[in-house]
């Protein structure tokens, strides 16, 4: 079936500095990929939706600047905190339109720990 | 503004009983309904995809319902195991200022041996 692979699974970073989050569709091609965030005992919240050759689409309230996405190919999309603060720290999570009857693939998740 | 909220927050039980999660969404204007589960710290696994058009889904242990008209969908988990243990979620697809999938707060599971 789909999968969407997501890596780093798990990174701790000093304040000030930039992650990068990776989604690879791995046996299909993803044009669209969502990026979720989600706090503690919270819902997943959606940050923007990633479109290959295309500018990403930002939900209400985030930052374009710190939040960056590049969709270059059909099968990566990333997604880079730049000048990380210990706020940040969430769980991200990428999905993708995914071949099967269950609709979406999602990643397995990032966890980003800002110290 | 869909909205989606689920009942209970979090539920205990021995193993071996049946029960009920519940979810409510706010817009019926929806495409599917999705019920995921959430391991801690870990991604999402798809359980059940309901289209608009279709009242239930089942898979094994598992029956979700879908009453798109009161915005409301339950899942039904049979003979539950330990192994149940974790965080459901449901989420809505709708085409709002462009397909979303928005997503409830989760029900947290604890199944007893």
């Known amino acids: 079936g789909a999968v969407v692979s997501q890596h780093p699974s798990w990174v701790i970073c000093k304040s000030g500095t930039s992650v990068k989050i990776e989604c690879r569709s791995l046996d299909f091609q993803a044009t669209t990929m969502f990026w979720y965030r989600q706090f503690p005992k919270q819902s997943l919240m959606l940050m923007a939706t990633?479109?290959?050759?295309?500018?990403?689409?930002?939900e209400q309230g985030v930052e374009k600047d710190k939040f960056l996405i590049n969709h270059a190919s059909l099968t990566l999309s990333t997604l880079t905190v730049t000048s990380a603060h210990p706020e940040d720290s969430s769980f991200y999570i990428c999905?993708?339109?995914?071949?099967?009857?269950?609709?979406?693939?999602f990643g397995s998740g990032t966890r980003l720990t800002v110290v | 503004k869909q909205e989606v909220t689920q009942i209970p927050a979090a539920l205990s039980v021995p193993e071996g009983e049946n029960l009920v999660l519940n979810c409510s969404f706010t817009?019926?204007?929806?495409?599917?309904l999705q019920w995921f589960r959430q391991d801690p710290g870990k991604g999402l696994t798809s359980l059940l995809l309901?289209?608009?058009?279709?009242r239930e889904q089942t898979s094994g242990r598992l029956n979700a319902s879908l009453d798109k008209s009161s915005g409301r969908s339950t899942l039904y988990i049979a003979a539950s195991q330990p192994g149940d243990s974790a965080t459901y979620l449901c989420a809505v697809l709708t085409n709002t200022g462009g397909f979303k999938t928005i997503f409830g707060a989760g029900t947290r599971l604890f199944v007893k041996a």
């Open positions: 999905s993708a339109p995914g071949q099967s009857s269950l609709g979406y693939t």
């Open positions: 309901i289209q608009s058009s279709q």
């Open positions: 817009d019926s204007a929806i495409y599917n």
């Open positions: 990633s479109n290959e050759g295309s500018k990403a689409t930002y």
